[in-house]
T-cell receptor, first 113, second 116 residues
Framework: DGGITQSPKYLFRKEGQNVTLSCEQNLNHDAMYWYRQDPGQGLRLIYY???????QKGDIAEGYSVSREKKESFPLTVTSAQKNPTAFYLCASSGSTSTDTQYFGPGTRLTVL | GNSVTQMEGPVTLSEEAFLTINCTYT??????LFWYVQYPGEGLQLLLK?????DKGSNKGFEATYRKETTSFHLEKGSVQVSDSAVYFC???????????????FGQGTILTVHP
């Protein structure tokens, strides 16, 4: 089955540590996205990538970094510079045109202890 | 800038009741509109979409009509079930290139609870 996988589902981190969230898709989509979801709020865009080896900052990129070395993979690193990292992180992907629907992975819940 | 406003929740209904979740938007150009659903502990699933004015999106008994004159995309279902309990997100996407490529703008979400 085609889809988007995110791992792990739950992640715990101590303050001051960097942590990397995985996102893999086998939909052959060119574009991939990372969103953050906080309780009672909609999703906010962190980073997105339209093609391999290229990515753009979203609305809340500070304290995060990404890479896009392969079409299938778009890992997100939450750095120690992120002031409030505890949240639910969602990865999405879409085809190569701006009219394609975004499909979401199951998410990773990050808790900073 | 773009924005989406949803009716505040939570919404609590009995099974077989009629559901309406209001959604209005502000956007430049001609956005595409979406409803996503999120079940507890899971990611978002696309429920339905409409890409131009007067289009009606429908899926699993849910419907929403793209009303340009009122800038609205209200979600409706004639008879809800307990399994419809979830968080519902309205979203828009402006079909522009450059830095707005594919970017979705979400409402804050509406929690729906359906009791037997």
């Amino acid at each position: 089955d085609g889809g988007i996988t995110q791992s792990p589902k739950y992640l715990f981190r101590k303050e001051g540590q960097n942590v990397t969230l995985s996102c893999e898709q086998n939909l052959n989509h060119d574009a991939m996205y990372w969103y953050r979801q906080d309780p009672g709020q909609g999703l906010r865009l962190i980073y997105y990538s339209q093609i391999v080896n290229d990515f753009q900052k979203g609305d809340i990129a500070e304290g995060y970094s990404v890479s896009r070395e392969k079409k299938e993979s778009f890992p997100l690193t939450v750095t120690s510079a992120q002031k409030n990292p505890t949240a639910f992180y969602l990865c999405a992907s879409s085809g190569s045109t701006s009219t394609d629907t975004q499909y979401f992975g199951p998410g990773t819940r990050l808790t900073v202890l | 800038g773009n924005s989406v406003t949803q009716m505040e929740g939570p919404v609590t209904l009995s099974e077989e009741a009629f559901l309406t979740i209001n959604c209005t938007y502000t956007a430049t150009g001609y956005p595409s509109l979406f409803w996503y659903v999120q079940y507890p502990g899971e990611g978002l699933q696309l429920l339905l979409k409409a890409t131009k004015a007067d289009d009606k999106g429908s899926n699993k008994g849910f419907e929403a009509t793209y009303r340009k004159e009122t800038t609205s995309f209200h979600l409706e279902k004639g008879s809800v079930q307990v399994s419809d309990s979830a968080v519902y997100f309205c979203a828009l996407r402006t079909n522009a290139g450059g830095t707005s490529y594919g970017k979705l703008t979400f409402g804050q979400g509406t929690i729906l609870t359906v009791h037997p």
